[in-house]
């Protein structure tokens, strides 16, 4: 049983770029949910997928968004890059959208300069 | 601002110390989670605690959630070394499946 992967693990970034980061759920899961992690502080909730739809949102702006695929793998992007959005992006996986346990995946650390 | 509040934020300790972490909220939970996370990696799921007044044990670690749902304790019993890291406990809402997640308490042991 593999775990939640994500791609790529360091990422530089200049002020105002686009940016996509990718994660691929553990087997057999269907719910995706990204959360950004800055330096010092516990991880925010961003959106979460479900079925290939969003079906939660926390207090990010739009351009912030994602997609979720048939195979339950997810891309979460980020548009007009600030430096304030730099951060450990974390991806985390589970069963239904309700599910008790999530497993995360080890992050991207994204640096924008 | 943080809806669950972890405390203290930082804990450096001997080998063989015991130490409990608190985390406390004014709003009810449908259930809590405690996770570790090591430099460089994704948090770790420890244990979920569902009802209120649950305690659960594992191995050194020992987890209770509050009768009333609001707050948890994490406490470790003779600690090592392989103990240190950064001790998250999240919040499940009644809604959706949407973790709020407490600023964590770093934990060192020394040896």
């Known amino acids: 049983e593999t775990g939640v992967t994500q791609s790529p693990t360091h990422l530089i970034k200049t002020r105002g770029q686009q940016v996509t980061l990718r994660c691929s759920s553990q087997?057999?899961?269907?719910?995706v949910s990204w959360y950004q992690q800055a330096l010092g502080q516990g991880p925010q909730f961003i959106f979460q997928y479900y079925r290939e739809e969003e079906n939660g949102r926390g207090n990010f702006p739009p351009r912030f968004s994602g997609l979720q695929f048939p195979n339950y793998s997810s891309e979460l992007n980020v548009n007009a890059l600030e430096l304030d959005d730099s951060a450990l992006y974390l991806c985390a996986s589970s069963l239904e959208f309700e599910g008790l346990g999530y497993t995360f995946g080890s992050g991207t650390r994204l640096t924008v300069v | 601002t943080q809806l669950l509040e972890q405390s203290p934020q930082f804990l450096s300790i001997q080998e063989g110390e015991n130490l409990t972490v608190y985390c406390n909220s004014s709003s009810v939970f449908s259930s809590l989670q405690w996770y570790r996370q090591e430099p460089g990696e994704g948090p770790v799921l420890l244990v979920t605690?569902?009802?209120?007044?649950e305690v659960k044990k594992l191995k050194r670690l020992t987890f209770q959630f509050g009768d009333a749902r609001k707050d948890s304790s994490l406490h470790i019993t003779a600690a090592q070394t392989g103990d240190t890291g950064l001790y998250l406990c999240a919040g499940r809402g009644s809604t959706l499946g949407r973790l709020y997640f407490g600023r964590g308490t770093q934990l060192t042991v020394w040896p």
């Open positions: 605690v569902v009802t209120g007044g």
């Open positions: 087997s057999g899961h269907n719910t």
